[in-house]
């Protein structure tokens, strides 16, 4: 069968590459850049506990430990006062909160670009092309072909494409679907320097800050990096105004001033080069600015956008092809590994046993969904938190001061509806069985990281297993202090074995001690990508094979609409109060089906066959190998019965589609001009 081919060689397009490759997927890169990652300190990645143990387990881990930081806190302060401390290390003497459970990992993201790249160099099943630019993409009912532009520059033939080329997407062109939603929602001005700041290790959110003049606009975050570095992020007034080298170096003084402790009268006349000792007046106070590197600048432009599509015929969009987020706190390279998550292990399945319609597209309906959910709760929040009347907000929330900290650190921690992972309660891959044992973790919803002994007696975390296939994970309290050739024939033991295996599909058991909520002698099942299926009591071999079946989206009979997965808000366009432009218009005509082939533009000029999601097309005679480049002479075209183009724009507008892409240009100039220049967009922070 065909390689997979994956349009985009960023962190995204990486991770998926790796996940196909560890299930025994061949898989095609294809690179447009020279494969060389520039080293931006500025252009970091946050990655949350989910996303930083699937990086992890695609052979990071080394890198997230080096290159990254898990901080031991995170602060919000207003003003001059501190609002709220979240602890991570171990709570401390002086009675600080309670510590969570995992703090994220924070790494520049050139770092984790090149431990992708360097792990997927090492597969035998991968193949990355760099120099090759995406021109023309053409489907039937056996795969698809891609032609590259370049030195490397021919036609290759897969058996599905993924979509992983940021957010002026190629691909997304090519396949004539709409990308709506907001241009420029927040900006920031960002820097890398290497400083000592009051509280090491910890993360800051300082809103409304003294120096800044304390207006409900003003904002900055403070997050640790490795090696004593830190990155810090100004929220701008909206507008376009450049940000001008000596207006950045005047807010990096001021914060940096602002936050170290008062320094003695005589330090006014104290004078050093600029960044170290140099004194900043205000409010009858003196400070010092403590001595600073600044390595790297930048602006970093925050869109809301939403493609209508990700999955056409046997081509996805992933990452920021799919989806720009990023207000609030929300991260889109968060988002981007889960896209790649989900998808993987599904187009895994489909490559070595074939796939039914239901499971692919849940990847659209599962994805798409929990990031419209993403979207449209950083919306509703948005104009709440930046329009300062507190009147408004008390209407929504009471405690103004609170209820405004609690949901900006929530974004930014990985919490609440801004950042929590996703829940897929109403996938179309839901089992039949229900009324099950009730743990703490819903269905749909990702598992707790315990500790679990696999079949060889090995004691590893739950999410170090995931990614190879099911898991029937047993609750057997007392099975730690026992050795593992007793209880591996013992009680449940055997009936499990026998029903695992059976299941359709591969699979494995785990043993735990305890998870939270669940009784002894519940089994979990889990989805390759950590989610729960279902909890059983005791062994239920029908049962679980029904819940298999439900997996690999062969229960149902019919295909599956997601018009309806958005929620009953984003259906009715509720969500456009709030400027959601990706609300109704996002889910006009989904759930339609190409009924044959048709024409879209490409980039170029050159003119590309997209097959819609239903009816392929049926070319033939296609002289393309199997994970081989294709020379064009080599290649004879087929002929393909006439088929009406799809319908992409469902009820939009004849004129509304000159502003799909506004603000995402390729000549768009950077708002910032100090040391070095760059656009940031939500995969690049």
Same mark, same amino acid.
């Given at each position: 069968?065909?390689?997979?081919?994956?349009?985009?060689?960023?962190?995204?397009?990486?991770?998926?590459?790796?996940?196909?490759?560890?299930?025994?997927?061949?898989?095609?890169?294809?690179?447009?850049?020279?494969?060389?990652?520039?080293?931006?300190?500025?252009?970091?990645?946050?990655?949350?506990?989910?996303?930083?143990?699937?990086?992890?387990?695609?052979?990071?881990?080394?890198?997230?430990?080096?290159?990254?930081?898990?901080?031991?806190?995170?602060?919000?302060?207003?003003?001059?006062?501190?609002?709220?401390?979240?602890?991570?290390?171990?709570?401390?003497?002086?009675?600080?909160?309670?510590?969570?459970?995992?703090?994220?990992?924070?790494?520049?993201?050139?770092?984790?670009?090149?431990?992708?790249?360097?792990?997927?160099?090492?597969?035998?099943?991968?193949?990355?092309?760099?120099?090759?630019?995406?021109?023309?993409?053409?489907?039937?009912?056996?795969?698809?072909?891609?032609?590259?532009?370049?030195?490397?520059?021919?036609?290759?033939?897969?058996?599905?494409?993924?979509?992983?080329?940021?957010?002026?997407?190629?691909?997304?062109?090519?396949?004539?679907?709409?990308?709506?939603?907001?241009?420029?929602?927040?900006?920031?001005?960002?820097?890398?320097?290497?400083?000592?700041?009051?509280?090491?290790?910890?993360?800051?959110?300082?809103?409304?800050?003294?120096?800044?003049?304390?207006?409900?606009?003003?904002?900055?975050?403070?997050?640790?990096?490795?090696?004593?570095?830190?990155?810090?992020?100004?929220?701008?007034?909206?507008?376009?105004?450049?940000?001008?080298?000596?207006?950045?170096?005047?807010?990096?003084?001021?914060?940096?001033?602002?936050?170290?402790?008062?320094?003695?009268?005589?330090?006014?006349?104290?004078?050093?080069?600029?960044?170290?000792?140099?004194?900043?007046?205000?409010?009858?106070?003196?400070?010092?600015?403590?001595?600073?590197?600044?390595?790297?600048?930048?602006?970093?432009?925050?869109?809301?956008?939403?493609?209508?599509?990700?999955?056409?015929?046997?081509?996805?969009? /992933?990452?920021?092809? #799919?989806?720009? =987020? %990023?207000?609030?706190?929300?991260? &889109?390279?968060? @988002?981007? +590994?889960? *896209? /790649?998550?989900?998808? #993987?292990?599904? =187009? %895994?399945?489909?490559?070595?046993? &074939?796939?039914? @319609?239901? +499971?692919? *597209?849940?990847?659209?309906?599962?994805?798409?969904?929990?990031?419209?959910?993403?979207?449209?709760?950083?919306?509703?929040?948005?104009?709440?938190?930046?329009?300062?009347?507190?009147?408004?907000?008390?209407?929504?929330?009471?405690?103004?001061?609170?209820?405004?900290?609690?949901?900006?650190?929530?974004?930014?921690?990985?919490?609440?509806?801004?950042?929590?992972?996703?829940?897929?309660?109403?996938?179309?891959?839901?089992?039949?069985?229900?009324?099950?044992?009730?743990?703490?973790?819903?269905?749909?919803?990702?598992?707790?990281?315990?500790?679990?002994?696999?079949?060889?007696?090995?004691?590893?975390?739950?999410?170090?297993?995931?990614?190879?296939?099911?898991?029937?994970?047993?609750?057997?309290?007392?099975?730690?202090?026992?050795?593992?050739?007793?209880?591996?024939?013992?009680?449940?033991?055997?009936?499990?074995?026998?029903?695992?295996?059976?299941l359709p599909m591969a699979a494995e058991i785990l043993v735990t001690e305890a998870y939270p909520g669940a009784a002894a002698h519940t089994v979990l099942l889990v989805r390759p990508d950590g989610h729960l299926v279902t909890t059983l009591s005791g062994v239920r071999p029908a049962e679980m094979a029904a819940c298999a079946n439900a997996v690999r989206g062969r229960a149902q009979g019919g295909e599956y609409d997601d018009g309806e997965y958005g929620g009953d808000e984003y259906r009715s366009g509720r969500g456009k109060e709030h400027g959601n432009e990706y609300g109704q218009e996002a889910l006009a005509g989904q759930g339609r089906r190409a009924e044959g082939s048709g024409e879209a533009g490409g980039s170029d000029g050159v003119r590309s066959e997209a097959v819609g999601s239903g009816?392929?097309?049926?070319?033939?005679?296609?002289?393309?190998?199997?994970?081989?480049?294709?020379?064009?002479?080599?290649?004879?075209?087929?002929?393909?019965?006439?088929?009406?183009?799809?319908?992409?724009?469902?009820?939009?507008?004849?004129?509304?589609?000159?502003?799909?892409?506004?603000?995402?240009?390729?000549?768009?100039?950077?708002?910032?001009?100090?040391?070095?220049?760059?656009?940031?967009?939500?995969?690049?922070?």
């Amino acid at each position: 069968m065909d390689p997979v081919i994956v349009v985009g060689a960023g962190p995204v397009g990486l991770s998926l590459s790796l996940a196909l490759t560890r299930l025994g997927v061949p898989c095609v890169v294809l690179d447009e850049s020279t494969g060389q990652e520039d080293t931006r300190p500025a252009r970091t990645a946050v990655l949350r506990q989910d996303t930083a143990a699937f990086v992890g387990r695609l052979g990071c881990a080394d890198t997230l430990e080096s290159a990254g930081t898990r901080w031991t806190a995170w602060r919000t302060m207003r003003r001059r006062r501190l609002v709220e401390r979240v602890a991570f290390a171990p709570q401390s003497p002086d009675g600080a909160a309670a510590p969570a459970a995992e703090p994220p990992v924070h790494l520049p993201q050139h770092a984790l670009t090149r431990a992708l790249r360097a792990a997927l160099a090492r597969e035998k099943l991968a193949e990355v092309v760099t120099d090759s630019r995406l021109a023309a993409l053409e489907q039937d009912e056996h795969g698809v072909s891609a032609q590259t532009r370049g030195p490397n520059g021919t036609w290759w033939r897969g058996s599905y494409l993924i979509g992983c080329d940021g957010p002026r997407s190629t691909v997304r062109k090519l396949l004539d679907v709409r990308f709506p939603g907001r241009t420029a929602v927040e900006r920031h001005a960002v820097a890398a320097l290497r400083c000592e700041l009051p509280w090491p290790g910890e993360a800051l959110l300082h809103r409304s800050p003294p120096r800044h003049g304390g207006g409900p606009g003003n904002e900055v975050s403070a997050r640790p990096l490795a090696d004593g570095v830190w990155r810090l992020d100004w929220l701008l007034p909206p507008g376009r105004e450049l940000v001008t080298p000596d207006a950045l170096v005047a807010r990096i003084r001021d914060s940096l001033a602002g936050w170290t402790t008062e320094s003695p009268a005589d330090a006014a006349g104290e004078s050093g080069p600029d960044g170290g000792g140099a004194p900043v007046r205000g409010r009858g106070h003196t400070r010092l600015v403590p001595p600073y590197d600044l390595l790297d600048t930048g602006v970093h432009t925050v869109h809301h956008r939403l493609a209508r599509r990700w999955r056409q015929g046997r081509a996805f969009l /992933a990452g920021d092809a #799919a989806h720009l =987020l %990023g207000a609030l706190g929300t991260q &889109g390279l968060d @988002e981007g +590994l889960r *896209d /790649a998550e989900n998808l #993987a292990w599904k =187009l %895994g399945l489909a490559w070595h046993h &074939g796939a039914s @319609e239901v +499971l692919l *597209d849940s990847y659209q309906a599962e994805r798409r969904g929990a990031v419209a959910a993403r979207l449209r709760a950083a919306d509703q929040a948005l104009p709440l938190l930046r329009d300062g009347r507190s009147a408004r907000w008390r209407t929504v929330l009471p405690g103004t001061v609170r209820g405004r900290s609690t949901l900006l650190t929530d974004g930014h921690l990985g919490r609440g509806p801004l950042g929590a992972p996703p829940v897929y309660a109403r996938t179309p891959l839901a089992p039949p069985v229900t009324g099950g044992p009730v743990v703490e973790t819903l269905p749909g919803a990702a598992v707790t990281d315990v500790p679990v002994t696999a079949s060889d007696g090995s004691v590893v975390r739950l999410h170090d297993r995931l990614g190879r296939g099911l898991l029937a994970v047993l609750v057997a309290p007392g099975t730690g202090v026992w050795d593992r050739r007793h209880w591996q024939s013992a009680g449940l033991m055997p009936r499990l074995s026998d029903a695992v295996e059976a299941l359709p599909m591969a699979a494995e058991i785990l043993v735990t001690e305890a998870y939270p909520g669940a009784a002894a002698h519940t089994v979990l099942l889990v989805r390759p990508d950590g989610h729960l299926v279902t909890t059983l009591s005791g062994v239920r071999p029908a049962e679980m094979a029904a819940c298999a079946n439900a997996v690999r989206g062969r229960a149902q009979g019919g295909e599956y609409d997601d018009g309806e997965y958005g929620g009953d808000e984003y259906r009715s366009g509720r969500g456009k109060e709030h400027g959601n432009e990706y609300g109704q218009e996002a889910l006009a005509g989904q759930g339609r089906r190409a009924e044959g082939s048709g024409e879209a533009g490409g980039s170029d000029g050159v003119r590309s066959e997209a097959v819609g999601s239903g009816e392929a097309g049926r070319g033939e005679g296609r002289s393309m190998k199997s994970g081989q480049r294709v020379e064009p002479g080599q290649r004879e075209r087929g002929s393909q019965e006439d088929g009406r183009k799809e319908d992409l724009l469902g009820d939009a507008g004849p004129g509304e589609r000159g502003s799909d892409e506004a603000g995402i240009k390729e000549d768009e100039p950077s708002a910032v001009d100090p040391v070095r220049t760059s656009m940031f967009h939500s995969e690049d922070d």
